[in-house]
């Protein structure tokens, strides 16, 4: 079995006096695509802000291809090739589409993706780059968003809430590219409130109950009960 | 003829006025801070100017080779060491810290160079006019108002259609995601002190050319940008062009009924303008 | 443990000592002309009025959030005034100093109008613009001396007191009478209906607009007052100085800079932060007046440091070690002794 691309020991966290996570044990495989589901204020977004570095943590507690990432700023994460596709898009306003994208190859990191690909993958955003970014619709600005994503060459590609706001169609969309996005070895943490959804694409799940992993296993063999035994702590 | 003639000379003016501001407007369009230490740091700037004039023998305009990225490290170490600190949601930090700053510049201006008016000696440069269709016009202020177009057409070109303008306005726009596509941005807010602080140097220059000055005079400086930047409009730089030059002409309008009402009446168009128009005459960001 | 058990206090035993060592302090203060040289007394008159400024500014800035770097406007405009009233009016200094603080009011209205269209920083470089104006416009009126200034004639000196020792006892009066008043002002203020609302305004803006306080109404109210009162000090102190010119009565570094470090230093944002910072002030130029310019660099140098490693001040770094409050302005929960172990 090949070391995890990334691994969580006794993850704690917390807002000032307000602990968010309590001892979180996780690891992400190379290649793996990874499900996170939970209910609101379980501790997906703290987790996700842990892992890309804008909260830190205790040293140790997050490895990174064997490297303890847990004291880096986002940055220093971002360029060691890890992602995200954050909560709500997130683009950034005064810029343009192709800017939006450009900005997401700041890191420098060579690889299959560059304007060319990410354009072949939407080929709306190769009609719509001198826009706007926040004139696009949801789901194109979604598009621009894994676009930026991907223009770092992630190994490892977190997507946070990405159906969340967008229109049924459009989520059905997106997750259609989502097999012609991670490829080639990359790995993926996928962070859905959409569990049906989260399951269909992944090959593990965690689910988090009040800051801590209540339920790990693979995502065809977990049941029902198990998981709203997991999300909703009741029986 | 005369009105006119105030008129221009006014605009000329507010060349100058348009370089005092042009860092301000940069800073706040990047990281919503201001600088209560600005003007002193153009003080600074003349300070710097002079040293070289006199120590290496360099004209004034020659020395701006030395001084401008002197003020722009200066800007890149001020900003990492001191002011990043201060950042955040907290008004207050950010406006003590660099108040406490103005001070601390002043004061160390007063014990380096003591309080005796100083200026630069730019030879025939100072003198050398042109006439245009009746109407003198100083060379120097013709140079500085050039200055200040090709600084607002520099920084608008730097914002808008560099990689350094992306990461600037991506940081401006929200700091955590631009953190997390690998811009560090305390290192993008040293590099847009640097810039601002290097075109702090020109102006500093210019201003030690053209009048004498003391370590004093640094809050009227400050002023006066501020005054450019609110009557342009926050966050556009040609409207602080705009706003330098209505700055300037009201100036020196004003100084044509009354030698007394020069500086007076600047501060008047200013109130009058933010009576009328809140946001300046050509808005982009909301203040 | 039942809730009953718990009780809700503004009071505490630091309170009440406070209050009785307060007193004390304030008669022995009101005998000073009994006890105390002319130098000494002229002396804490100076820090009265300082610590009367610093208060004032800090229920603009620590509470309101309106930091302002142009209450020397203020300052300056109380002073003109009462040379103007006293030398045309014929007034007696005593309702001209009155009188300072009911036109400052005036003026503050149209001004606070205006630069409350600034947001944040730019609030604060717009009040230096108002008192560049101020500054500007006064330097013009020639009666009063334009830009050179004037001083006050002996008569109207004279019409305080007869007496030179009674000049100075009556002077050392106002200027205690003017701290006391104005940090009791502030702290009933605070106590108030208006003072919780501008405390949740300053917690958080956008939940109190939410709860229905109307923010702007609150910091014009803020800015109004604090300004009347600025002026009325602004007035007595040019009454001990006897002399007024536009750089001395419009001086940033004198009126708002030493304000702004008292205030950082000894802890913004709290009644006992000026009080704490005035005598601090005072101490240090005391002791470090003689260095000039270097003095003033180690003040900005204190007040950077301050500002970034303790920002409450020295008295928030007392607080958060012993839990005190001399002017009981919160509510306290107290939980009841447990009697017994179960």
Known sequence: MPDPILQMRGLTAHYGDFQALYGIDMHVDP??????????????????????????????QIRYRGQDISRLRADQVARRGLAMVPEGRQLFPSLSVKENLMIGAQVGRKGPWDLGAVYRLFPILDERKDQQSISLSGGQQQMVAIGRALMSNPDLLLFD??????????????????????????????????IAQALKVSGRVYCLQEGRVSLEGASDKVTREEISRAYFGIA | MDWLNAIVQGTLLGGLYVLFAAGLSLIFGVMRLVNIAHGDLIVLGAYLGLTVTTTVGLHPLAALVIVVPAMGLIGYALQRGLLNQTLGDD?????????????????????????????????????????????????????????????????????????????????????????????????????????ALAVTAIAGILLGIRTSFDPSIGGGRLIFGFEAVIIGGLGNLWGTLAGGVILGVAQTLGAKIDPGWQILSGHLAFLIILAIRPNGLFPRIAA | M?????????????????????????????????????????????????????????????????????QQAFVGFGGYVLFALTMFGGLHPLAAIGLAGLLGALVSMPVAVLIFRLRGAYFAI???????????????????????????????????????????????????????????????????????????????????????????????????????????????????????????????NDWTAFVIFIVVIGGIGTIEGPIIGTLVFFALRETLADLGTIYLIVLGLVAIVMMLRAPKGIWGLVRSRFDLQLFPLGYRVIAPKPEKEA
């Open chain 3, 126 to 252: 717009g009040t230096w613009v108002i008192a560049e104006v101020f500054r500007l416009g006064f330097a013009q009126i020639s009666a009063l001396g334009g830009g050179s200034g004037s001083s006050l004639p002996v008569a109207i000196v004279k019409s305080l007191a007869s007496k030179r020792a009674m000049r100075e006892s009556i002077s050392y009066w106002l200027a205690l009478g003017a701290a006391v008043l104005v940090v009791g002002c502030v702290y009933l203020f605070l106590r108030s209906r208006k003072g919780l609302a501008l405390t949740a305004i300053r917690d958080n803006e956008l939940a109190a607009a939410s709860l229905g306080i109307d923010i702007w109404r609150a910091k014009f109210t803020v800015y109004v007052v604090t300004s009347a009162l600025t002026a009325m000090i602004g007035a007595l102190i040019f009454l001990q100085k006897l002399r007024i010119s536009p750089d001395a009565a419009f001086s940033v």
């Open chain 1, 31 to 60: 290649g793996e695509v990874l499900a996170i589901i939970g209910a609101n204020g379980a501790g997906k977004t703290t987790l996700m802000r842990s892992v890309t570095g804008l909260l830190r943590n205790g040293a140790n």
């Open chain 2, 91 to 195: 008004l207050l930090p950010p406006l003590l810290v660099t108040f406490g700053l103005s001070v601390i510049l002043q004061n160390g201006l007063l014990e380096l160079y003591t309080a005796d008016p100083q200026k630069m000696d730019a030879g025939a440069l100072e003198t050398a006019s042109v006439t245009v269709g009746g109407l003198t016009l100083g060379v120097l202020p013709l140079l500085t108002f050039g200055f200040a177009v090709a600084v607002i057409w520099g920084l608008q070109w730097t914002f808008y259609r560099t990689g350094l303008g992306r990461a600037f306005r991506a940081v401006s726009d929200n700091q955590d995601i631009a953190q997390l596509m690998g811009l560090n941005r305390r290192h993008i807010f040293g590099l847009a002190m640097a810039l």
């Open chain 3, 2 to 70: 039942s809730l009953q058990d718990y009780t809700v206090t503004r009071s505490s035993q630091a309170a009440r000592v406070a209050a009785v060592l307060g007193a004390l302090a304030l008669i022995v203060l009101v005998c000073a002309p009994w006890w105390a040289g002319r130098a000494d007394m002229r002396l804490m008159g100076e820090l009265f009025l300082y610590l009367a400024l610093a208060s004032l500014w800090n229920l603009m800035a620590g509470y309101a959030g309106l930091v302002s770097v142009g």
């Open chain 1, 161 to 194: 809430e990405i159906s969340l706001g967008l229109a049924p169609i459009v989520i059905k969309d997106i997750y259609a590219a989502l097999p012609g996005i991670i490829k080639d070895g990359m790995s993926a943490i996928i962070v859905e409130q959409d």
